[in-house]
T-cell receptor
Framework: DGGITQSPKYLFRKEGQNVTLSCEQNLNHDAMYWYRQDPGQGLRLIYYSQIVNDFQKGDIAEGYSVSREKKESFPLTVTSAQKNPTAFYLC????????????FGPGTRLTVL | EDKVVQSPLSLVVHEGDTVTLNCSYEVTNFRSLLWYKQEKKAPTFLFML????IEKKSGRLSSILDKKELFSILNITATQTGDSAIYLCALGSSNTGKLIFGQGTTLQVKP
């Protein structure tokens, strides 16, 4: 069954802690993306990667970091520098970086206590 | 700056009604406009539009693009409670390899 998986589904973090959200895809897609979704604000791009070992900042990269060591994996770390990390995080992938149809994972809801 | 604005932001209708959701945009180099439906978790792809005036249709849903007036509409006829969701509009630009999303329209269909 091809698709995108994200884990965990729910994550609770204490202030000052770093946490890593997992995103895996078996669609053989080259491009992967991380979005943050807050109520009333749609999706905002955090980071994206067009190819293995390369990634670019999106519109709200501050306080986040990523890696792309394997084609199928694109983990996102939410660092303690992110001032307001409570949000719903969505990972997506597309065949190529200029192929617009993106397919989304089920998301991770992060809550900072 | 490339921008996408959706309206209305929220909408409540009754089953059987027809709804029209709007998406207007500003872009330097247009490549495509996409619609997604989000029912609680992952947004699911509905349509991708690249040419003006050509309607895309899937069951009770249809969408059309006007590149001259810079907007798209998503129509849902004979709405059902299962249509309740957030509908997202996204813009693809030839300048970048990323999508720009609007704020979304939250649709609630009451029985």
């Amino acid at each position: 069954d091809g698709g995108i998986t994200q884990s965990p589904k729910y994550l609770f973090r204490k202030e000052g802690q770093n946490v890593t959200l997992s995103c895996e895809q078996n669609l053989n897609h080259d491009a992967m993306y991380w979005y943050r979704q807050d109520p009333g604000q749609g999706l905002r791009l955090i980071y994206y990667s067009q190819i293995v070992n390369d990634f670019q900042k999106g519109d709200i990269a501050e306080g986040y970091s990523v890696s792309r060591e394997k084609k199928e994996s694109f983990p996102l770390t939410v660092t303690s520098a992110q001032k307001n990390p409570t949000a719903f995080y969505l990972c997506a992938s597309s065949i190529g970086s200029y192929t617009d149809t993106q397919y989304f994972g089920p998301g991770t809801r992060l809550t900072v206590l | 700056e490339d921008k996408v604005v959706q309206s209305p932001l929220s909408l409540v209708v009754h089953e059987g009604d027809t709804v029209t959701l709007n998406c207007s945009y500003e872009v330097t180099n247009f490549r495509s406009l996409l619609w997604y439906k989000q029912e609680k978790k992952a947004p699911t792809f509905l349509f991708m539009l690249t040419s003006s005036g050509i309607e895309k249709k899937s069951g009770r849903l249809s969408s059309i693009l006007d590149k001259k007036e810079l907007f798209s509409i998503l129509n849902i006829t004979a709405t059902q409670t299962g249509d309740s969701a957030i509908y997202l509009c996204a813009l693809g630009s030839s300048n970048t390899g990323k999508l720009i999303f609007g704020q979304g329209t939250t649709l609630q269909v009451k029985p």
